[in-house]
């Protein structure tokens, strides 16, 4: 869905979409919670999925279009914290509350289902119709690079030349990382470290409840700093497949728990200013179906790494293979970005 909700946001707007894919979600909660079959937690995830995947695309082009550019990386945080705060609840939810003391698991999903439904009241009361709203005049682009910012005689700009396609695989290749970890950490756990069952959803919840802080702090310093904002971004690349790789080494907990942490606070971090790097490549009339496309390939990630390490488990007997892998491809996204997007931009700026 994230390709066409991007669509139909630059032709609706944001709100005529999240409304109707807010109450959908809520909808394909409720029905997964009352699942009695196999059939019914398809239609349930079905739902779900086609509702969720009409969110970033809005949420995103939203923090595009109406905050200005010296915050968008700190609101673009601020979005992303939201799936940090979801998984923490998540995981330790479902450790504590359905694994320690027994709270049938649909109550976590009615639960869900509500919190989405007063999500949508807030979006409905304080979300004003595009045609109605103005965009904030941004104090615009004066660390930017030609690299970076779009003018009107590049309207007919491709999503599909070589910076871009860069900017999707690095996409892919950070949320590749994320939803390995989210998905597949408790098991590796306790298959690889040794750890019990009844700890596995607090170690998890490191990444998470890391994520949150580092986010906004390099966010606001991103934000400062715009003219670095590249070199951050392959720092954090780097950080995190390095963070990764250690998590499987680890010789001891403590240096596991240390990798997690750090990964928490830098692992996810580079899609901030990215997103905020793809909405300024731009033009306006083409943002949400930039973005669509751009997280549709994040959201690849989260169907081919759960199932891709799934696979090799299976085969091998053995998860620390498909961790490696989730390395490499943070090393490769650095590596096509160093020389793609960070040398370009270098040679452009100084003409500028």
């Not at 032709?11 to 409720?30: D, E, H, M, S």
């Not at 196999?38 to 995103?60: E, H, K, M, N």
């Not at 082009?61 to 923490?88: C, E, Q, R, W, Y």
Request: a neutral charge; glycine letters at 8%.
């Amino acid at each position: 869905m994230q390709i066409p909700a991007g669509i139909l946001v630059d032709k609706f707007g944001q709100k005529n979409v999240l409304i109707p894919a807010f109450i959908g979600f809520a909808i394909g909660a409720v029905v997964l919670g009352t699942a009695s079959s196999l059939p019914q937690v398809y239609l349930g995830s079905l739902i779900s999925g086609i509702a969720t995947g009409s969110y970033y695309g809005s949420a995103y082009s939203l923090s595009a279009k109406h905050v200005p550019k010296d915050k968008k990386t700190f609101a673009n945080a601020i979005i992303n914290s939201g799936s940090a705060v979801g998984m923490i609840i998540g995981l330790v939810g479902s450790s504590v509350l359905v694994g320690g003391l027994n709270v049938e698991w649909n109550w976590m999903l009615y639960g869900t289902a509500l919190i989405i439904l007063g999500v949508t009241f807030v979006f409905y009361k304080n979300i004003k119709s595009d045609k109605k709203a103005a965009p904030v005049e941004n104090i615009e682009n004066a660390d930017a690079t030609s690299a970076d910012v779009v003018t009107d005689s590049q309207s007919e700009v491709s999503l599909f030349s070589p910076k871009h396609i860069t900017v999707y695989f690095t996409y892919f290749a950070v949320c590749y990382g994320y939803y390995m970890i989210v998905t597949w950490l408790p098991s590796f756990l306790v298959a690889e470290k040794g750890f019990s069952q009844s700890d596995v959803g607090y170690v998890s919840a490191l990444v998470a409840v890391a994520g949150i802080p580092g986010a906004l702090i390099f966010a606001r310093l991103i934000d400062r700093r715009q003219q670095d904002r590249l070199k951050y971004i392959l720092l954090l690349l780097l950080v995190s497949a390095v963070m990764i790789g250690l998590t499987v080494y680890s010789p001891s907990p403590w240096i596991l728990y240390l990798a997690l942490i750090i990964y928490g606070l830098m692992g996810k971090l580079a899609i901030d200013p990215v997103i905020t790097y793809v909405s300024d490549s731009v033009p306006e009339q083409k943002t949400a179906k930039a973005l669509g496309l751009f997280n549709f390939f994040g959201m690849a990630s989260s169907v081919v790494a759960p199932w891709l390490t799934g696979y090799i488990g299976d085969v091998t007997g053995s998860q620390v293979l498909a961790f490696y892998i989730g390395s490499v491809l943070l090393l490769a996204a650095a590596v096509f970005f160093f020389f793609v997007i960070y040398l370009r931009s270098e040679k452009e700026t100084p003409a500028h």
